[in-house]
């Protein structure tokens, strides 16, 4: 089952913050987040494992919320390079993405 | 490590006309999969395989073939190109789950661009 993620789109000015969630009607052992830049390929940001670890490589932070089945990626003090599509991703044989949020930093 | 890469990088077909999308991984990886991304959305699986010899359909099979006979190859054959099959198509790999799912990612390779005139 695909994981639904919210907003569709965010625009922000530099130095704003933002939240992107990803929720699942299903129980969840981790969720994974991906940043895709225009012509790219996803790109790892993170997984998120329950019980609270993290694995991730870029200093962006993430919550895993066990009882609401969602999970949800923190961006503080965006800069330009943020900007891009984020997906989530469940695990399964294949991680089952959901549709993606765009997210335009602007100067 | 090259990681996971994929041949050609841009393909422009006619209806009909077959062709073979090459992927391939250096990190000893038991799964891969193949996933297509229509414009401004999201990932879809095609096709996906546990280990050489062993596919497996996805979420849109549908005029598509793979085969795996050794761990570093997985290709994907479009047999009859039609436009709707114009996308990007991604390859991507993951080590065996040595526990529970979901703690070792999948990485992708660079994509193929097709367009089917």
């Known amino acids: 089952q695909q994981p639904v993620q919210s907003p569709q789109a965010v625009i922000l000015r530099e130095g704003e913050d933002a939240v992107i969630n990803c929720s699942s009607s299903k129980a969840l052992y981790s969720v994974h987040w991906y940043r895709q830049k225009h012509g790219e390929a996803p790109v790892f940001l993170m997984i998120l494992l329950k019980g609270g670890e993290q694995k991730g490589h870029e200093k962006i932070s993430a919550s895993f919320n066990e009882k609401k089945q969602q999970s949800s990626l923190y961006l503080t003090a965006s800069q330009l390079s943020y900007s891009g599509t984020y997906f989530c991703g469940t695990e399964g044989y294949a991680l089952n993405f959901g549709k993606g949020t765009s997210l335009l930093v602007t100067p | 490590n090259a990681g996971v890469t994929q041949t050609p990088k841009f393909r422009i077909l006619k209806i009909g006309q077959s062709m073979t999308l090459q992927c391939a991984q250096d990190m000893n990886h038991n799964y891969m999969y193949w996933y297509r991304q229509d414009p401004g959305m999201g990932l879809k699986l095609i096709y996906y395989?546990?280990?050489?010899?062993?596919?497996d359909k996805g979420e849109v099979p549908n005029g598509y073939n793979v085969s795996r006979s050794t761990t570093e190859d997985f290709p994907l054959r479009l047999e009859l190109a039609a436009p709707s099959q114009t996308s990007v198509y991604f390859c991507?790999?993951?080590?065996?789950?040595?526990?529970?799912?979901?703690?070792?990612?999948?990485?992708f390779g660079p994509g193929t661009r097709l367009t089917v005139l």
């Open positions: 395989s546990v280990g050489a010899g062993i596919t």
């Open positions: 991507a790999s993951r080590p065996s789950p040595s526990g529970r799912w979901g703690t070792d990612t999948q990485y």
